[in-house]
């Protein structure tokens, strides 16, 4: 198993209440009424989200079936008609809530925008017709390659408003990310900005579409829709490309919301997996939006006057569910902002909090770790008093971690949410309920109502307190992913096969190991296949592999996570050149940027080592498992047996 890799100098085995005035403004207000809840899930799970969805959503049509459940196949609220961007906008303006602020935004340069939930209808309206212009229709699938400015999630909102399927590409990737992506969906419209803002400089966008779409790239896409954010100079191709600030000069501002299904298509988000490149997880409708709501209300103990900050890149999961829709949904404040922690601006962070008065707030490990080593100072010489809840997702927190953010930034008064989830669960999964559940640093604690969680083994056995196994969910729940993007098998095979219950049941598996203590709080270990974590993103170690060997001086790469004290993971990969190369740390560096050209910044290696020849078995397999121990610097543990030459061995750790 990939055990965690963070060093922990501090042991911490305290539990952590939350306070009586937390629980006193809080939405559960006892332990007695929300287990009652939990049992009432367990009992009668379709009854009981049948009950929520009933209660939080408008539905323009009441569905026919709850729960229709053909392994692995689920669809939910089967025959309901909704739109989540009705319910994220619409809904809201039939009360005072019309001029409440849905998206405060905050610039990197200190520009900044309020837009009320009234004037978020207008603009996602007017939005949605100028995709309409572009020739959008229900079906069709809609990149958006965006900085982190409003008009990502306006777009998102209407991609969902016109029944337009999103698949948001991280504004971190290049060419061939892109192009993969676009490719796989088969995208029509690509929805960009010249540029944005990344640590005080300006990084472009457009020119990365433009490089996807060069030599007919991607030949599904059809128009390419600009948004002007940082003023660069754009080249702009004659009936293909349009400003959004043209466009929506000619636009009507009301555009009603399509009637979906429940089980349409919602969105695309793509994520690493063990093999090949990466997987189109999809999200639906009906199930989506219930999922997202309630986890927001339940973990974050949402109240109506928040002020809710979650810092992740709309480019990822988080940022869907936890920036966009599930606050939107409630009708919740939400702060976006597009910078991030940098050296000329190092309290950026916390003027947010304090301008704004953010109430809860939600980040990564990782970047809890960076801000504890910039110092206290930051924090301290501001005032983050408004705070009254914290969270954190991603990775496991390391103790040391854990105690820093709940002294220095919550004031030893917030508790934290450590909340367990995937690309693929469409929320959150595991997490304490912030007024009912004591906080255990580096346990997400309990799995949320309606959630059958259990670690087991191979065959889908329980296990002891304790024991290491496998994370697992026993029954569908709303959030869950429907398939992989046009490829219903490679679902079946990543996500159901790998844990086999005698009876022939199915669970759903993605990656984590774990172990439940004595009070049966879950304890997240990391991955047990080939993805690694590096700073709370996921990456696959094949796909960084492909674009390492798509160098020509690589002949053979294997990449492999090594344990880091700030990023909990980082890139190490082993490389042996072809023969006309030899090693030298320019060629290391050149490798190094070849892989920021064609995945981005977030996959390049850490360290590069050149070899003669990889650890493999005589079936030609290599063996990470002895690759992660030298790259980690311990000894090699277990089985080298099956190794076919054994000097490769002893020549890799004599380099090392
Ligand atoms: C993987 C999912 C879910 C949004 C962000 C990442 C790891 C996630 C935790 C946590 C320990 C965590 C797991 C998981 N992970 N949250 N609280 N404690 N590990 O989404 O990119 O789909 O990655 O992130 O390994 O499988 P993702």
Not at 275 to 278: A, E
Not at 300 to 305: C, G, M, N, S
Not at 479 to 484: F, L
Not at 618 to 623: A, D, L, T, V, W
């Given at each position: 198993m990939n055990n965690q890799n963070i060093e922990s100098v501090l042991q911490e085995a305290r539990k952590f209440e939350p306070s009586a005035e937390f629980i006193e403004k809080?939405?559960?207000?006892s332990l007695q009424e929300y287990q009652d809840l939990r049992e009432r899930s367990l009992e009668e799970p379709e009854k009981f989200w049948a009950d929520l969805a009933q209660s939080q959503l408008h539905w323009f049509k009441q569905w026919e079936k709850v729960l229709d459940w053909q392994p692995p196949i689920a669809k939910w609220f089967v025959g309901g008609k909704l739109n989540i961007s009705y319910n994220c906008l619409d809904r809201h303006?039939?009360?005072?809530?019309?001029?409440?602020?849905a998206i405060i935004w905050e610039g990197e340069p200190g520009d900044s925008r309020v837009i009320t939930y009234a004037q978020l209808h207008r603009e996602v309206c007017q939005f949605a017709n100028a995709l309409k212009q572009l020739g959008?229709?229900?079906g069709d699938r809609i990149a958006i390659y965006m900085p982190m400015i409003p008009e990502a999630a306006i777009a998102m909102l209407a991609c969902a408003r016109i029944g337009a399927a999103h698949t948001v590409i991280f504004g971190g990737f290049s060419r061939e990310a892109i192009k993969d992506r676009l490719n796989d969906a088969q995208v029509k419209i690509v929805v960009t900005a010249d540029g944005g803002y990344r640590k005080d400089k300006v990084v472009p966008l457009k020119p990365q579409v433009d490089l996807a779409l060069?030599?007919?790239?991607?030949?599904?896409?059809e128009k390419v829709l600009v948004v002007q954010r940082s003023n660069s100079p754009t080249e702009m191709v004659e009936g293909r490309d349009y400003w959004w600030h043209e466009l929506r000069k000619s636009v009507s501002s009301e555009c009603q919301a399509q009637e979906m299904?429940?089980?349409?298509?919602l969105f695309i988000l793509y994520t690493s997996g063990t093999?090949?490149?990466?997987k189109g997880v999809v999200h639906t409708t009906g199930g989506y939006n219930l999922y997202s709501h309630m986890t927001t209300k339940w973990v974050?103990?949402?109240?109506?006057?928040d002020v809710y900050w979650c810092?992740?890149?709309?480019?990822?999961i988080t940022g869907h569910s936890y920036i966009v829709y599930g606050p939107l949904s409630n009708g919740a404040t939400t702060v976006m902002y597009e910078g991030v922690t940098r050296a000329s601006n190092p309290g950026c962070i916390w003027d947010v909090i304090e301008k704004y008065g953010v109430t809860i707030f939600y980040t990564a490990p990782t970047a809890i770790r960076a801000w504890l080593k910039m110092g206290e100072e930051h924090p301290n010489?501001?005032?983050?008093?408004?705070?009254?809840l914290l969270g954190t997702v991603g990775e496991p927190i390391n103790p040391e971690a854990w105690i820093w953010y709940h002294r220095?930034?919550?004031?030893?008064r917030c508790p934290i949410v450590d909340t367990w989830w995937q690309t693929e669960t469409g929320g959150i999964m595991i997490a304490p309920i912030p007024s009912v559940i004591p906080t255990k640093p580096g346990s997400c604690t309990q799995p949320l109502p309606g959630i059958q969680a259990e670690i087991v083994d191979l065959d889908g056995n329980g296990l002891l307190a304790n024991q290491g196994g496998y994370l697992t969910i026993k029954y569908p729940w709303p959030?869950?992913?429907?398939?992989?993007y046009g490829n219903p098998e490679r679902f079946r095979k990543s996500y159901w096969e790998h844990i086999q219950p005698k009876d022939g049941q199915y669970f759903y598996f993605a990656g984590d190991g774990a172990r439940e203590d004595e009070d049966g709080y879950f304890w997240v270990m990391g991955r047990v296949d080939d993805v690694i974590n590096v700073a709370g993103h996921r990456l696959g170690t094949m796909e960084i592999e492909s674009a390492l060997v798509?160098?020509?001086?690589?002949?053979e790469a294997a990449v492999v996570g090594k344990a880091d004290s700030l990023k909990g993971e980082d890139i190490f990969a082993f490389i042996t050149l072809e023969s006309s190369y030899s090693p030298s740390d320019k060629l290391a560096e050149s490798l190094k940027q070849h892989v920021v050209e064609e995945?981005?910044?977030?996959?390049?290696?850490?360290e590069i080592r050149f070899t003669d020849a990889l650890p493999k078995t005589?079936?030609?397999?290599?063996?990470r498992r002895l690759l992660r121990g030298l790259a980690s610097g311990g000894e090699i543990v277990g089985?080298?047996?099956?190794?076919?030459?054994r000097n490769v061995l002893d020549q890799l750790r004599e380099s090392i």
């Open positions: 809080s939405n559960f207000k303006l039939h009360s005072w809530r019309k001029n409440k602020a959008a229709s229900k060069s030599d007919n790239g991607a030949p599904s896409v299904d429940s089980e349409d298509m093999t090949g490149t990466p974050f103990d949402l109240q109506e006057t810092t992740a890149d709309v480019g990822w010489s501001r005032n983050l008093t408004s705070l009254r220095v930034i919550g004031g030893e959030g869950m992913m429907r398939t992989v798509s160098h020509p001086a690589v002949a995945i981005g910044a977030i996959a390049r290696p850490g005589r079936s030609g397999k290599i063996m089985d080298t047996s099956t190794l076919e030459d």
